[in-house]
């Protein structure tokens, strides 16, 4: 019984461990693109979602309207966000970052992407997009935004 | 030294089983880098291979090529999968661009393979390393943001110009793991052992500070913090006694405060007590309680046992303590001595202080003394093993003391009177009174009076016109071997048998006088002469007259001394005794004659035969014999 105690313990610290991780790398990412004390991202993938939970700083919030940024995490998703913005008409389109290398190869509109590759976590930015909306990047994501794809 | 030995071993053991346990990890480890480097050798021979392949195929220009041959890198994708085994998770090729950014030329991944031209953002420095450097490198990967790759192999495709392309082979996670695995029976092998050693060692080491723990109670007594009896023995196994001056302490009249005052604040007392003590004493001297109340101490030789003594029993006894809100002052006994050189029983010590002690308690307590010089030969003397040395190496002689004729001053006969020789000085002579009492019925005293007997024999041998007495208790003769032994002797000298008088000597009354007629008739069957010694003291008395024969009667030495003392009440019952003797047909011997006086008195009363110190003191028989040599 002990045994399982230290076991189920050992394994939530590691997940909590995971789940920080993950949390800080957008908490800075995000911080970087919206000079916001607290951003309010609209996150359709429910794993992400429950990681922002944890954040005092990043609000996931349920209407797209209201967001600041959505985290997309693929075509589907785009394009049925892409649509209800179009419809709602609303007056400013929050900023859009997929997961995925394609969404950001194929929509102009996306700004950045982080994502794997060969194992490795890649994070992109396009330098023309982020300049469409007046974001410039801090020393340390420099080296990850290129001219081109 | 057990006990130092013991740490010693221990620490040898414990320092062997780290020191196995270090060779196990170390063993295993070594095993499996050789595994792995095995690994990395046959990646990077692969990695050389590709890479000159890719050159031969590309026409030295391997971007430009790659980048007009959409054909030709499809078959090169296919050729790089075909190496994407268990031991491969990602092979491909990278180039840097104008940028400075990588991109990929050749994806051998079938699944999700990476586009011509997709950027890359390696996470390690090397990358950039080992495109600067021409020279391939391993990358440990483990890194934050990296998954499922163990190590990368970086080899770059390097022309006359410089590095052109980076071919990147990762060894996969799992590949590690298998590697890892195909040591783990030997891994899990010595990890098992390993917890074995761990569990030994703590064994061991609990058992060590059990011990250790255990021993301390053992030797440090708790409630007083003195040392124990048994660590006195074991202290005394490395430290010889001889090398310490010891004082025996024993509290007077200790019970009397637990009965007022109660146990708890008995035992409170006797621990303020010992701090006392410990405050008194000189530095370097280690006190023992022995028991109860009794304090040994044991002080370095080299100080002034007496004035020590003094200081410790004067101070102790003026100190007040209080308790239980009243003022106490104890008393004490103490009893002290100089170790003799070459002590060796603690024994033997103890039993001479507590003697000593005893005399104390029994004059009245709360008194100190210190055993002197005739102690110390008696605990040299009485011990058991320099009896048996002296009897084994024959060290037994006699002395003989003059009987003489009251009258005429004639010597009439010697009593032979039995000494040992002393191993370290052997014109010292050591008297009986040591010896005598711790042989009594034993073996060694047999051994004795054989060599005695032979002594007796040899003289009336030599010596043709003596006659000689000798000493024989009762209980000796009642002793089967002791009796064997005497007959065998009178019948092997038959003819020196009738100059030889035992003189009986008894430390219990005679019950079975049937049984001593019976036996002074076999003494006297060969000669010999049967004298009733000190008479007229202890159980030598007039009932022994009317009950057995004698031939001879020696009045008691407390008698004869008497006869100056109190000579109106002494000279009518030596008179009597005299004119019994003349009765009974015997012989009458006055003894203790130690000065002229008596020697006198003896003479008036007409009393046969005298003996004492002021006649002849005992001496070898020649310095009767031989006066002038």
Redesign the interface.
Known sequence: MRALLIFMVLWGHLYAMDTRSTLNLYQDLLSSLIPKKVIRVYVPDQELHDVFTHSVSLIPVSQLQEADIVIVPNKTVYERITSKLASQKVSKFPLLFATDYHLLDKYPDVIGALYWRKGRSQLLFINSRLKKYGISLPDKYQKYSVERL | MKAINNTKYFFMILALLIGFGLYLQYSIEKSTKALHALEISKAEQYASRIAKYLESETNGDIKAYLQSHNAKRETLNNILHAFLTDEF??I?LLTKDA?G?YRFLLDG?LKEP?EFN??????SPQFDEVYRSGKPQIVEQGE??????WRSLLYPVVDKNGTKALL?M?LSQAYASYLSHLNSPISKTVTLMQIFLLLSLFFIGYTTYSFYKFRKNMMIDPLTNAATKAWLHEYLRTHPLEDFDVVLIDIDEFKRINQKFGYKHGDQLLKRYTQALYEVMPPETKVVRLGGTEFLLLIPKGSDLERILKKIFLTLREKEFNIANETVCLSASMAAMHTPEGARSEEKILRMLDEKMLEIKSRGKNAYALIGEKHLDDLKYSDIEFIKQALEEERVTCLFQPIYKTQTKEIAKFEALVRFIDDEDPSKLISPFHFLPVIKGTSQYIKMSKLVLQEVFDTLQKHEDIEISMNLDLTDLYHRDMMKLISEALHTHQSLAERLTFEIVEDMEIKDYDKAAAIFQELRAYGSKIALDDFGSGYANYTYLIKLDWDMIKIDGSIIKELLEKPERTEPIVQSINELGIYFNCSVVAEFVSNEEIYKKVKEIFIEYSQGYYLGEPKPIEAYLNPNR
């Open positions: 998770r990602y491909f940028e950014h991944s990476e997709a950027l890359l953002f390696p996470k934050k943001g990296v998954e499922e790759v990147v990762d």
